[in-house]
């Protein structure tokens, strides 16, 4: 039923990356296992910044997971056709995504054991417990739908009736869940920088830029390793999602950088100072959040141009800075930024330590393993199926 | 079938496998007795009745801990109509089992049911004057 | 079910009883700093609070655990900071620690309702229940809460064996004191005061100490701006 059995068939290159992939899962792995048995402390972390780069990969993988919706969206709801054969890997990729980003929450808790006390204990007041309901829904929903899509393909036939309702339901799931992300930030009083209504907003820019960049990215790959051809059509208007997407998400940001620097209001001012000119001497985040403009300010040149979005191998430097740079932004700015300085005005510094860094990239393999996977599934099926029509 | 004796030899290696916490522990001799727990001395009646805890005392634990930390109820009345103040250290330990080795975790020992949790951040009470014990009829 | 008229009047005193007895406290601490300042460099008040409650003592600043300190005047009240302000008060250290606010965004934001307001007042941990998830971290405005970053028992100096060490991974703060308030003791600072600067008291009772106090002086709090209630009142 899972069709497993057509991932276990891969040419040479195939393996090895899995066999790589492996190694760095088995590396995070036994670091994990240092980390539930030394403590957090192994982390970069500290008594001021209590959130790093496990919970900020959540955040902005978050975002990821809830583009599938912007091929859905149209393929579904508005019967663009050009978008049919990569809606399946959009969904995968969501899956990937959502697994990811649950696994980065899991690794940061300090007694993980007892997260089912999140179910044992609901509590509909926290927005942390609306975090595991839309996450876990959305896995959930995603998983169905790519089995039962992907099954009916495979029987050359079309998807069951009760699968489409499910399928929009998964549309304004995708929006919520990437809007509950943001709650979780934009409603403490106590963090001014995230205490921001456009929190949500941004965050469902930046999703729906760096999501569909990166699907792009995917898509062009499979095409070069897999001789898949996602369509040029499709994605041409993937490539001019982002576009959209990272306009509005860069006007946001200054919309943010004007808002805190004319009402010249210190709580608001201090944590952009702190990013991007340093405070009190500490500035080991500027030059990362310098490089994540110049990147924004590259990819947006790149894809405002239609003469340089529509030529595939610019577009792929587009994406791949699009990406970058938002994953500077939310993966590292974002929740960093937001607790320095402390509420007591302390300027405590972070930076991820190795094991912290090995447990990262594990889970980062982890989802590239799933990603593997699901892709040579579903286009095993095709293949199978291009086959059989040939043969007819 | 040249390959009887493999296969049986196999089949008896595997067993001797299976069964080795069994015959392990018969050899040591360690199974004939129970686990030598040594009663508190002072008190003869225990918060409930002696089935009970050996059944469920870490439920009765679990209901004390909701209780006192998200109740802040802090007294029990006991089937025999004493009240105890409910504090694993307070009471438990220190009014009646006073040594944990000798008791707590000789059963527990016995029984392979590890240390609980609970002991990563509970307390013994400090060492006091040796108490009598009076060992089990 | 037939009601006897005696059973009935019996419940009617019983619920009359219950509901007569003494309104709920609502628990709260009136601070003197320049009382508090009168022995530069007194932490009485802090070693009691960490020795009664088993607080670590971590070499490590980072994790440092800590359920009450000093923090410089600008730090705690920023919003008073400023080049004119009073010169000796710029620079003084006051107590800082939970505020027990009365509209907690930490409660709001647990997940397991590990940490909840007691009708009391008092805002109060589960350390069963937490599962070290750091929202009530970042959710609180005053930096009041730590986590245990690292087995803590190892860094206590000495065990006091009446009260539970926590293990790692659990967040923790003051709880002012509720297991000795439950025996009728104030709280351990409040106690160990030599200039009894520290005034505990329920606010409802309007002859308590520290409700007098807050009737006869001015009094300011922590970002009160931020709807928190919060319920540490410092005498100016």
């Known amino acids: ?42 982390t970069g972390l500290s008594r001021d910044v209590t959130w790093g780069l496990c919970i900020a990969q959540s955040t902005f993988l978050a975002g990821v997971a809830a583009s599938a919706v912007m091929v859905v969206l149209p393929y579904y709801l508005h019967d663009y056709r050009a978008f049919g054969r990569i ?22 808790l300090g007694q993980p054991s007892r997260v089912i006390n999140v179910l044992l204990y609901p509590t509909p007041g926290s927005i942390m417990f609306w975090d595991l309901i839309s996450l876990g829904g959305y896995l959930l929903l995603n998983a169905v739908i790519a089995l039962v899509t992907l099954g009916a393909e495979r029987r050359d036939a079309a998807p069951p009736g009760w699968i489409k309702p499910v399928i929009f339901i998964s549309i304004p799931w995708a929006m919520g869940m990437c809007t509950v992300t943001a709650f979780l ?40 390793l897999a001789k898949f051809d996602p369509g040029r059509d499709a994605i041409r208007r ?155 | 079938m040249r390959d009887r004796p493999i296969i049986f030899g196999g089949l008896m290696v595997f067993l001797g496998l299976a069964t080795f916490p069994i015959w392990y522990n018969v050899a040591a001799g360690k199974t004939s007795r129970g686990p030598d727990i040594k009663l508190p001395a002072q008190e003869k009646e225990c918060v409930a009745a002696t089935d009970y805890m050996r059944s469920s005392h870490m439920d009765l634990l679990v209901e004390w801990r909701e209780q006192v930390v998200r109740q802040h109820v802090r007294r029990f009345t006991a089937f025999n109509g004493r009240n105890y103040n409910i504090s694993l250290t307070g009471t438990c330990l220190k009014q009646c089992h006073t040594s944990k080795a000798d008791f707590c975790d000789r059963c527990h020992d016995y029984a392979g049911a590890g240390t609980p949790y609970c002991w990563d951040c509970h307390n013994e009470p400090r060492p006091a004057a040796t108490v009598a014990h009076r060992l089990p009829q | 079910m037939t009601i006897h008229r005696r059973g009935f009047l019996c419940t009617l005193a019983l619920a009359a009883n219950s509901s007569a007895q003494a309104p709920a406290k609502r628990w709260a ?13 007194c932490t009485k008040c802090i070693e009691a609070c960490h020795k009664t409650h088993n607080v670590p003592a971590l070499a490590e600043a ?62 109060m941990m589960d350390w069963h229940r937490c599962i070290g998830c750091r929202y009530c971290i970042a959710g609180c405005p005053y930096g009041s809460r730590s986590f245990n970053w690292v087995d803590p028992r190892p860094h206590i100096r000495q ?63 922590r970002k009160p701006e931020l709807g928190t209630k919060p319920e540490i009142y410092y005498l100016v």
Not at chain 1, 102 to 107: D, E
Not at chain 3, 85 to 110: G, I, Y
């Open chain 1, 87 to 108: 809606t399946i890997l959009g969904q995968f990729l969501a899956i990937a995504a959502v697994t990811m980003c649950m696994l980065f929450i899991f690794v940061d």
């Open chain 1, 1 to 42: 039923m899972f069709m497993f059995e057509k991932a276990v068939v891969g040419s040479r290159r195939y393996w090895i990356w899995l066999l790589c992939l492996l190694v760095i899962i088995g590396a995070g792995f036994l670091c994990y296992l240092r980390q539930l048995e030394y403590g957090l402390g192994i």
């Open chain 1, 238 to 392: 993937l490539g001019l999602i982002v576009t959209y997407a990272m306009l509005i998400n860069v006007f946001f940001f200054l919309m943010e950088v004007f808002t805190a620097f004319y009402s010249r209001i210190p709580e608001h001012m201090e944590h952009f100072r702190y990013l991007f000119a340093g405070l009190e001497g500490r500035a080991s985040l500027v030059p990362w959040m310098w490089t994540s403009l110049a990147l924004a300010a590259v990819s947006l040149v790149l894809l405002v141009a239609p003469r340089y979005r529509n030529e595939e191998k610019v577009l792929a430097v587009a994406c791949g800075t699009v990406f970058l740079s938002l994953w500077i932004d939310k993966g590292l700015g974002l929740i960093v930024g937001g607790f320095i300085p402390s509420p007591l005005g302390a300027v405590t510094e972070y930076a991820p330590t190795l094991p912290e860094l090995a447990i990262s990239l594990a889970i980062w393999a982890v989802g590239l393993l799933m990603l593997t996977v699901f892709y040579r599934i579903a286009l095993a099926v095709r293949e199978s199926l291009a086959a059989a029509r040939q043969e007819v």
């Open chain 1, 185 to 224: 930030y934009s409603g403490l009083p106590g963090r001014s920088f995230w205490l921001t209504a456009i929190l949500a907003p941004r965050f469902l820019a930046s999703a729906f830029s760096s999501g569909p960049a990166l699907l792009i990215l995917l898509c062009l790959a499979m095409r070069r």
């Open chain 3, 29 to 41: 601490m009136v601070i003197d700093p320049q009382k508090c300042l009168k022995d530069k460099g």
């Open chain 3, 159 to 221: 065990i006091n064996t009446d009260f539970p060490t926590r293990a790692k991974g659990v967040v923790e703060k003051c709880t002012f004191c509720e297991e000795r308030l439950a025996q009728g003791q104030p709280p351990a600072c409040v106690e160990a005061c030599p200039e009894k600067a520290l005034v505990f008291g329920d606010l409802r009772d309007p002859q308590s100490e520290a409700r007098k106090l807050l009737r006869a002086r001015f009094s300011i709090r």
């Open chain 3, 62 to 123: 980072r994790h440092q655990v800590k359920w009450i300190w000093k923090e410089p005047f600008g730090h705690a009240f920023p919003s008073e900071q400023g080049e004119h302000v009073r010169e000796e008060l710029k620079h003084q250290p006051v107590l800082v620690f939970c505020n027990h606010c009365d509209e907690p965004p930490c409660v709001r934001v647990c997940p397991t309702q590990a940490t909840w307001k007691r009708a009391d007042g008092i805002v």
